[in-house]
Antibody, heavy 124, light 109 residues
Framework: ELQVVESGGGLVQPGGSLKISCGAS????????MTWVRQAPGQGLEWVAN????????YHLDSVKGRFTISRDNAKNSLYLQMNSLRVEDTAVYYC?????????????????WGRGTTVTVSS | EVVLTQSPGTLSLSPGESATLSCRTS???????LAWYQQKPGQAPRLLIF???TRATGIPDRFSGSGSGTDFTLTISRLEPEDFAVYYC??????????FGPGTKVDIK
């Protein structure tokens, strides 16, 4: 079964750090771009970061650049998001998702496998 | 950055009726990079449509997507009780960033 499972969320004070993880199973993790998407309480979806299959390219939302870093360990089938200098406005459910990205031929890009999310709360 | 606008914000309908959801982009985009998702309370989003009009695996044929340029539409014919949810459109941009629309909530009238 295709599956991604997030973990590592919790309560952290403003200015603090947290690293969340996503474990993948049921597919060849090293063959796919991966992404993090977040959803603040009662709000819509907001993309946070993408990483290429081999980890050589990374892209981050402007408001998290310099604070958050996406990474992956293909040997462990795992995706990570290191979050530093956390702000109250970073409070959200963070979802990990598999990207289906084809930049040539049959052009497409979308997220087809989602986890249930991990909750990050930034509060004093 | 492409900005997505969805309308209406809320659509109140009865089971069996049809729903037409709009997604407009701030500039003309390729439909290849336009997708739709469904989200129910407490659940992760679920992919419905990619490439503006291709249904994802396992999605019933009452869901259909169309559009081009700056105007895209998700149509749900014959609403089933399980279709009442929030629907988001999403675009993947040239800087390899995703943007989502604010969502349309389809609720029971």
């Amino acid at each position: 079964e295709l599956q991604v499972v997030e973990s590592g969320g919790g309560l952290v004070q403003p200015g603090g750090s947290l690293k969340i993880s996503c474990g993948a199973s049921g597919f060849t993790f090293s063959g796919y771009w991966m992404t993090w998407v977040r959803q603040a309480p009662g709000q819509g979806l907001e993309w946070v970061a993408n990483i290429k299959a081999d980890g050589s390219e990374k892209y981050h939302l402007d408001s998290v650049k310099g604070r958050f870093t996406i990474s992956r360990d293909n040997a462990k089938n795992s995706l990570y998001l290191q979050m530093n200098s956390l702000r109250v406005e970073d409070t959200a459910v963070y979802y990990c998702a598999r990207m289906r990205y084809s930049p040539s031929g049959s052009y497409h890009c979308y997220m087809d496998v989602w986890g249930r999310g991990t909750t990050v709360t930034v509060s004093s | 950055e492409v900005v997505l606008t969805q309308s209406p914000g809320t659509l109140s309908l009865s089971p069996g009726e049809s729903a037409t959801l709009s997604c407009r982009t701030s500039q003309s985009v390729s439909g290849s990079y336009l997708a739709w998702y469904q989200q129910k309370p407490g659940q992760a989003p679920r992919l419905l449509i990619f490439g503006a009009s291709t249904r994802a695996t396992g999605i019933p044929d009452r869901f259909s997507g169309s559009g081009s340029g700056t105007d895209f539409t998700l149509t749900i014919s014959r609403l089933e009780p399980e279709d009442f949810a929030v629907y988001y459109c999403q675009h993947f941009g040239t800087s390899r960033e995703f943007t989502f629309g604010p969502g349309t909530k389809v609720d029971i009238k």
